[in-house]
């Protein structure tokens, strides 16, 4: 193996093709496969908007495991609160309390 083949192969590995995942916000791709699954954050987004469709860009927004909701008022806001952690259980989703932020601007 000489010095171009090295190069050559170093090119390809760097323009090697990495998932693209989409979501109403944009079309994104990883710079390396995350935990060397094919197609995981692409199926894991998916599977997230299915779940939330009738909430999306009403009382959510999703972006693979990040949830913002919002509301007019405060009121509005906790009855959002309310039907996405009803959604979290009726599908077993289980949220981590230590990544929860809840009344940040």
């Known amino acids: 193996m000489d010095i171009m083949d ?9 323009i090697k093709k990495k998932p693209i995942f989409t979501c109403p916000f944009g079309t994104y ?7 060397g699954l094919c197609n995981a ?8 908007m299915s779940i939330f469709s009738d909430y999306i860009e009403r009382i ?3 972006f693979m ?14 009855e ?17 309390y230590e990544k929860c932020y809840l009344m940040v601007e």
């Not at 090295?6 to 760097?14: V, Y």
């Not at 954050?41 to 997230?48: D, E, N, R």
């Not at 959002?80 to 981590?96: D, F, G, H, P, Q």
């Open 41 to 48: 954050p692409a199926t894991f987004q998916k599977c997230i």
């Open 80 to 96: 959002s609160l309310s039907l996405v952690l009803k959604r979290c259980i009726e599908t077993n989703i289980v949220l981590k």
């Open 65 to 78: 495991d990040d949830y913002t909701l919002y509301g007019d008022s405060f009121d509005k806001c906790l």
């Open 60 to 62: 959510i927004k999703v």
């Open 29 to 35: 791709t990883y710079r390396r496969m995350p935990y």
């Open 6 to 14: 090295i190069i050559r192969l170093l090119l390809i590995l760097k």
